[in-house]
């Protein structure tokens, strides 16, 4: 079993930054990636970073160059830098750990809610 929770959302103005957090804990040896997604008002869930490793992250199209996502393997901890925020960015954001070995599965946290005002 892995728990997931999120920390860090709110409420921003346009043009604005936050910072989102996430702690892994529970019974678990191999974290394969940590990753974040969204989910806006009628839209489906969708993948904003992932990082398989401290070295290699990736980025949807619309967040390059504005967010940052970080990854403490020892700490099994991820965060979510984002910066330039536009109410395009409003929605629920999940973390998101894919484990490997005995505990196998995709994990979620509850979700933060990140809303952009303009």
């Known amino acids: 079993q892995v728990n997931l929770v999120e920390s860090g959302g709110g409420l921003v103005q346009s043009g604005g930054s936050l910072t989102l957090s996430c702690a892994a804990s529970g019974r678990f040896f191999n974290i394969y990636s940590m990753n974040w997604y969204r989910q806006a008002p009628g839209k489906e869930r969708e993948l904003v970073a992932m990082?398989?490793?401290?070295?290699?992250?990736t980025y949807a199209d619309s967040v390059k160059g504005r967010f940052i996502i970080s990854r403490d393997n020892y700490k099994h901890t991820v965060s979510l830098q984002m910066n330039n925020l536009t109410p395009e960015d409003t929605a629920v954001y999940y973390c998101?750990?894919?484990?490997?070995?005995?505990?196998?599965?995709?994990?979620w946290g509850r979700g933060t809610q990140v809303t952009v005002s303009t």
């Open positions: 998101n750990a894919v484990v490997y070995g005995t505990y196998a599965g995709d994990y």
């Open positions: 990082s398989p490793n401290a070295d290699t992250v």
